[in-house]
């Protein structure tokens, strides 16, 4: 049965490379990494399908074929685009694609913010946020209906 040579036709996205004779025309396996079946490194990590994707585009720009993958421990369906991804590479495109993604990121210039903020929402979902916790409001919301009350009876007793 002949095999198909659809892997070369020039995909522009995946393990199928980019259509300028290196999807399987090095004579290896053709198999996945971009590139003649050889040895995939992982070069970038995403926190959700949408900025690996974003990074895969950035690498496709330069002529750097890459591979998504879902990072250990979130490879399970039922997460769908959610979850950390990690982008791979063929052995051979490493070098460039680290320069082209070092190039194209900004250092994390507000990681600081993001850490902040990530502290505030696990103060947050432990009920150590900004504002008192729902019991000591309730005791708070009580204690002023009662004075409420008492400073309206006092007036209402004077006059």
């Given at each position: ?14 393990a ?83 320069r082209v ?59």
């Amino acid at each position: 049965m002949p095999s198909s040579t659809s892997h070369k036709s020039g995909h522009s996205r995946g393990a199928h490379g980019t259509g300028k004779g290196d999807g399987g025309s090095h004579g290896g396996g053709g198999g996945g990494g971009g590139g003649g079946g050889g040895k995939l490194v992982k070069v970038a990590f995403a926190r959700n399908q949408a900025e690996a994707e974003l990074l895969q585009g950035l690498l496709l720009d330069s002529g750097i074929p890459s591979v998504l993958k879902r990072a250990g421990g979130f490879d399970n369906p039922d997460f769908l685009a959610a979850g950390p991804h990690d982008v791979w590479v063929n052995v051979q495109h490493e070098e460039e694609a680290r320069r082209v993604l070092a190039e194209t990121m900004v250092a994390d210039e507000d990681e600081g913010e993001e850490r902040l903020e990530l502290a505030e929402e696990r103060q947050l979902a432990r009920g150590e946020g900004a504002g008192p916790s729902p019991g000591r409001l309730a005791l708070w919301v009580l204690g002023a209906a009662i004075a409420a009350v008492v400073l309206i009876w006092i007036l209402y007793e004077i006059s």
